[in-house]
């Protein structure tokens, strides 16, 4: 399924970026993490100017152990 959509991504950076977003969205899934709850905290938390250098408390599986399994 992800090489017929990818073939879609319009060029090949695009192509990057689907493919690093299916990895991330994997990433929830391999750690008990609902993929688009994850991503709206996500958005919501950089949109409100979360810290770089604290990049690690926003991946999945930090999300997981945060209690906020799906």
């Given at each position: ?5 990818a ?16 990895s ?11 993929p ?6 996500l ?9 770089a ?7 999945p ?6 209690g906020?399994?799906?």
């Amino acid at each position: 399924m992800n090489r017929r959509n990818a073939l879609f991504a319009g060029h090949d950076e695009g192509g990057r970026n689907w493919a690093r977003f299916t990895s991330l969205i994997g990433t929830c899934k391999m750690n008990s993490v609902e993929p688009y709850a994850y991503l709206r905290d996500l958005f919501t938390k950089l949109a409100n100017g979360h810290l770089a250098q604290d990049i690690e408390a926003l991946m999945p599986w930090a999300y997981a152990q945060q209690g906020q399994e799906a």
